[in-house]
């Protein structure tokens, strides 16, 4: 029974009766107002939400990029809601894995050098970050294109070497913000079944996503609406 396997898994991340609120001219504007849930390790959870929702302030929490204006935010047990810049981009570093819908790669650098770039700030030795990058792009189907420039790669492609970029510290959690939503849909789906892949293999996935189609991929659906729980 898969609920009580859930109920065996440990807590990864949570947030607590988290609010965010951000100062606009002499407005505050309130983007998440009291949200609560947790997500256990292994899971795949969908959060949902239109524009405006809370959902994107919900994952610049849950991906430490982002303090609350009150709650906590808890990963792996430890409350991460008042921590210093640096202690955050150091749990970034190692715990999580982003992909984004824009996917982010750096035009100047080939495949193999956007994914061995974040390994440079861990002290890893050249010659074993090559051998990271090349068997990772290997398992995301880029064997024969790793020279290539962003330019020269189609979408579907470029977010593969974004996939494989994520792996590279070996994350538990890897934080996907709508990962298709600049792919047409066949590759949409290709995107989505390397990232169940991962899944099965025990990463964490959190998927923000407006998209149901897209969301159906996930075991577990939150849906945030004006920076609430709806259901």
């Known amino acids: 029974n898969n609920t009580n ?4 898994m440990e807590t990864t991340i949570e947030l607590r009766d988290v609010k965010k609120h951000y100062q606009l001219d002499q407005v505050v ?6 949200l609560s849930f947790k997500i256990k390790k292994g899971e795949f959870v969908a959060i949902m939400g239109a524009s405006g929702s809370g959902k994107s302030t919900a994952m610049n929490l849950i991906g430490s990029l982002d303090t609350p204006t009150a ?3 808890l990963l792996e047990g430890t409350d ?3 921590a210093q810049e640096s202690e955050l981009a150091e749990l970034r570093g190692k715990k999580i894995g982003f992909i984004f819908q824009t996917f982010n790669l750096i035009p100047s650098l080939t495949a193999l050098a956007n994914v061995m770039l974040p390994m440079s700030f861990q002290n890893i030795q050249r010659a074993r970050r090559t051998e990271i990058a090349i068997s990772l792009l290997k398992r995301v189907g880029l064997g024969n294109r790793m020279n290539h420039l962003p330019s020269q790669l189609s979408g579907g492609e470029r977010q593969r070497v974004a996939i494989a970029r994520a792996l590279v510290n070996d994350p538990e959690i890897i934080l996907a913000d709508e990962p298709t939503g600049n792919l047409d849909s066949k590759t949409g789906q290709e995107i989505m079944q390397l990232l169940k892949e991962l899944n099965k293999e025990g990463k964490t996935i959190i998927l923000i996503t407006h998209d149901p189609k897209i969301a159906d991929y996930a075991h577990r659906k939150i849906k945030i609406k004006d920076g609430v729980i709806e259901k």
């Not at 396997?5 to 065996?8: C, I, R, V």
């Not at 504007?29 to 009291?34: D, I, R, T």
């Open 71 to 73: 709650g906590s935010v």
């Open 29 to 34: 504007v309130p983007a998440l107002n009291g």
């Open 5 to 8: 396997k859930q109920e065996g």
């Open 80 to 82: 991460i809601s008042d």
